[in-house]
């Protein structure tokens, strides 16, 4: 998992703020999954993104939340007006021979 | 939908204990299976798998069994270390699909 980068590692905001997430899979992988771990909680899916395509949102949630993979960059996660709820560690992950690798995190809070 | 249920925490051992969390799954095809290990403010790591029934994934002396049978993925240590405290998570990964789906985590605390 060490070829999944995300930054940043710790990211604090306050209500309202807007959050700006990165990924970078695996080299040479174009596809991402996002996922998010709220406090004492597992990992749940949020979005599935190829280079320029969205496959599978079926996890985010409908409102301040977007996801986007650009043709050149990393992967972004990002979420407006963020909300105490918001607090929690997301995570990336490329997908490989039926094994998914993931990233360290974004531990975001907001206060 | 898929889902992963793992026993509930928390899990309190003794160095040199035995160590059985239970993990059972219900999936619409044929997944792998997988443990990943968590321990406090780092990401996942993967711990074992297994691809297909009656497979036994291993490592650092943990072992689970892929049984269709019973659609399940006990994770086994015959005896554990204060080192090995950690939250432990089960997940199944349906390659069609691509995402992985994860039970809640067991918090393992090993006193010494």
């Known amino acids: 998992n060490a070829g999944v980068m995300q930054n940043p590692r710790h990211l604090v905001r306050r209500r309202g703020q807007e959050a700006r997430l990165r990924c970078s899979p695996m080299?040479?992988?174009?596809?991402v999954y996002w996922y998010r771990q709220l406090p004492e909680e597992g990992l749940k899916f949020m979005v599935y993104?190829?280079?320029?395509?969205?496959?599978?949102e079926s996890g985010m949630p409908k409102e301040r939340f977007s996801a986007e993979f650009p043709k050149e960059g990393p992967s972004i996660l990002r979420i407006q007006q963020v909300v105490r709820g918001d607090s929690a560690a997301y995570f990336c992950?490329?997908?490989?021979?039926?094994?998914?690798?993931f990233g360290p995190g974004t531990r975001l809070t907001v206060l | 939908g898929d889902s992963v249920t793992q026993m509930e925490g928390p899990v309190t051992l003794s160095e040199e204990a035995f160590l059985t969390i239970n993990c059972t799954y219900t999936a619409t095809g044929y997944p792998s299976l997988f443990w990943y290990v968590q321990y406090p403010g780092e990401g996942l790591q993967l711990l074992l798998k297994?691809?297909?029934?009656?497979d036994k994934g291993s490592n650092k002396g943990f072992e689970a069994t892929y049984r269709k049978e019973t659609t399940s993925f006990h994770l086994e240590k015959g005896s554990v270390q204060v080192s090995d405290s950690a939250v432990y998570f089960c997940a199944l990964l349906l390659t069609n699909a691509g995402k992985s789906t994860f039970g809640d985590g067991t918090t393992l605390t090993v006193k010494p």
């Open positions: 993104l190829q280079k320029e395509n969205i496959i599978d």
């Open positions: 297994a691809t297909k029934a009656d």
């Open positions: 080299k040479g992988h174009s596809h």
């Open positions: 992950a490329s997908l490989t021979d039926n094994e998914q690798f």
